[in-house]
């Protein structure tokens, strides 16, 4: 009989409502406590989800905690990563690791040191079109991989106040695509090169952010990747993929809620791509709670490794340099 | 705070489980009984959603059960929605009614007598793709509709024992095509035309049934629609409708798996058709037990009726006599 | 050294000087001689092409005319293929060879008398893609063929006065679906029945014809045909066609002026269908006069043939009768 | 009545032949020189179009010839716009203009002083798609454009020889590409920065060239178009082109021959792009000399000028650079 995992989830936000859903009506998990500065939030999801409100200590002490699902604002990530190590607990983090290199080195440091689990919340990874390009290339389906380029454009631009704390595009947004890049390249870039503008939100331009970036990333054997970034999308949030190489070409093209299709006199119209992260990637969420419950249970699992986040952490960093110097960084 | 209500399942096969699955998630449901003539399938079924296998008499005795689910093999049907009426359950049916129509008549007569819901398991009517083609009809998207074109083809062609019961191609598989066919053209069809062949598998030729069909249907009002049934298709289950009207078209395509596209020397190539209905059909299980509880609670639901299930057997039984003599039959 | 191939043209509309503009550009042809009751119409061709106006009887009496190009009102098909074969030329006659089958027959009979090489204008079978269609069938890309599906649609009613004298719409439209469906078969038509509608415009209705037809034809191995046809089309010219076989799906989709496609909040937009036949059948008509040309010099040419002409006119009188009688007709 | 532009046609490769075959087909245009120093190649297309085969000095020197059409190898470019500039004849040339900015320059400023018309080469201007993509681009129906993304591959790598003679990637292929950033962006990239590796055929980089590029342009006002290159593809001439802006987004795919597609098992295929450019732009290879010969008659057209041809060996060039520097290059 299976035993049922204890969760602690720290922040009661958009996605960590998501991530108290998978793990209410997952068979392997329990979610014990809900953690968050927001005592309304945190109480409201904590009811929906048959777990009780507490605060940081008291979900380290519990030792019904198998593990912690860090979901709070990126400036907690590092504090609670090593709590949680310390406490000696599997941790599930989304991502960034940390907004600096060096608190990110510390954190692994820490849970290296405890001998837990860490994974990262990379949730593309686990999304069903991007694992099946990843499986496709690992069998050679397009061959010896040359050129890969990935769109990703949010909806929306966020407020404000979040660009201010966010990190900048490359480490709050890009790092995603510049996780996939790493992923199915299977090889490191050497060097970055961004350009960026506040061409969408010129308050975003005024918090020293960019709202439009394009990146190049080249590995060592000279293979290219491109990355394509914007704040704001009129048809929804577009998340794509291709992967040129030897035999032809592989992509993921973005998801519409429904195969509907209209026609009349201005042509034939399909449905925009899914909204945002919610809807496009809930099967992600889902699959990537998976593979954390597979290796809680000591089986093989597929996971972003807290390395996974440093690299990624570490290409980001690497992006607003070159943006910031207007020259390619070697990495 | 929310009422669970209790149901009795009627067949642990592949639909049963289906719906032992979404009643076991849904908030509102509980699952209570698992009755099948196969006791093993019945015990697997039952521990898995926290139910117990019980007889029917047992199962309708329980107080505790305020609705039936009847999935078993259509000769149950009948007996099992009149002996749920009789005990005061709601019942929702699996397809068909029956595969008589005094017999169809009787049972809802039964129910009517009782005054109990009766639901019917059109599980297409609940397919988002199908129900946005419903809302932009009844929105004028297409204007006026003129024609409508389904296409609906299983994987593989069913075993003969199973066609020997099945009451022919017309009663068990086209009569989810009829129902979709009067509830987008919003008209009764006044005339059935049917051809028919057995063309993929001579064992279900041998057995007096077709593999291979196409109906056509007039209404009152001249509108017409094409139907067209195979038993046998090689890129999936082929599933879409296309509506066509004064202002234009409206179509629902095939879902496949993800929107991954490999090219090559041979061109572009996307992903087939998904498999069979349990993975084309999951949101549609989910949204039409949703529709059930609405009802349950006595909310405005939106439902297949007994006399929806009526109808269409009608047409069935049309469809199946036009091929029987060679002439088109007026209902 | 070439030879260029001597042409005198009846008929200057719309098809006409398709054919004229063709001829005047093809390598192997000349056209000498341009035909019509409208002398306006007559004249402004022949001044474009440099030919010459004439009468049928000149035009017949030019030696140097090696064939005769029929492109005038259905109504003139008979006498001029009559006339043509008596006078020794080749003819290309655009369909119907008549509306008449005992008409059509003698013909047929005449022009076998002459020895006159006759091909019939049935232009879709030289349209790229239903030529690939047709290859690929052949090269049993599909398996064996169980079902095909044709959908016909013109982009706006013709006038009433067309609608008169064009002997309905199976003759003057679906024929050309009907030869698809026998030339994509590859096996006659056994059974042939039809339901029809005047839902586009009443004035239609007023002539006696329709303008929304569904017919189903079954061949005697009991492979079946769907066809639709409407007389009017909100987004172009929709001409498809599917072919279902044991091995999977042929299609031919509509084609678009260019692929671009537009994005926004309402979804993707493609192109609509090119708007009619000049656009859609550009090729083919370039296509047919190739075939024509090398079936002049001798060569081995895929021409739909008078025989091919005359099972076309039969299969629509067949359609047309089963309307009128409510009954499916047997061939 | 029309006069018919006389031409001399310079080169009889595989471009002089589309435009010696689109030149005896123009009602506006008389081929009378073709010049090559291949003899039997001008011979051979001379007779096909009606020419004679002539030399420079004789071709330039006949009072019939009112324009020279350059399709010869990129380093006889100059010397003919000069000469054909000094004997007073509009000039049509191939792309580049030059490799050398200070030829191109002196090149363009002999053309100045004689005051002929000067038309550069740049087909996909004249592409029907890409054409729709500028016009709706104008229209604002993307709203103001931030991304622009071109992916243009060749379906096989050319020979070294060529390579050696060619410029390399950037000024002999991603020329065209760079042409087509400034035209859709409708401002001049004010900084280049690229990136290329010779992955795909070792003998390329042993030629000191590269095979597969990606370039990122960024305008003055911030806008960004990225670019990639690769000189072999499994699915044909890929050539798509990609424009992001504030309402949305408009994309030209690539164009197939037919729209056939083909389901099994495996999934739906379309067929591959068409196989290079002698295909994919046909219709802009007409459309282009159309242009040409509306301002030979004085008549508002739209072609690439020389300054046009100047500007995109710039963007070349400084690629050029930026690859071989590692550096962007500010223009």
Known sequence: MNVKHGFALFGAGRIGQIHARNLAAHADARLLHVVDVAADAAGQLAATCG??????????????????L????????????????????????????DLDIAGAQASLAVVAQAGVLLALGFNRRFDPAFRRLYREIAAGRAGKVEVISITSRDPTPPPPAYVARSGGLFRDMMIHDLDMARWLLAEEPATVFARGSALIDPAIGDAGDVDTAVVVLETASGRLC?????????????????????????????????????????????????????????????????????????????????????RALLLANAAQESLDSGVPIRL
Not at 70 to 96: W, Y
Not at 281 to 303: H, I, M, S, T, V
């Open 51 to 68: 777990a009780r409100v507490s605060d940081t200590a008291a979900a380290l002490a519990d030792p019904a905690v198998h593990a912690i």
């Open 70 to 97: 860090v979901a709070s604002s990126t400036d907690t990530h590092a504090a609670l990563i090593r709590a949680g190590a310390q406490a000696g607990k599997a941790i599930f983090c989304e991502k960034p690791l």
């Open 226 to 310: 491109q990355i394509t970034n914007s704040r704001r999308c009129a048809y929804g949030y577009d998340q794509r993929i291709e992967v040129f190489g030897a035999k032809g070409l592989l992509r993921a093209d973005n998801v519409p809620a429904t195969t509907v299709e209209s026609a009349g006199a201005e042509g034939f119209t399909r449905e925009p791509a899914l909204p945002f992260f919610l809807e496009r990637y809930a099967a992600a969420y889902r699959n990537e709670l998976d593979e954390f419950l597979k290796a809680l249970r000591g089986a093989p699992a597929q996971l972003a490794s807290g390395e996974d986040g440093r």
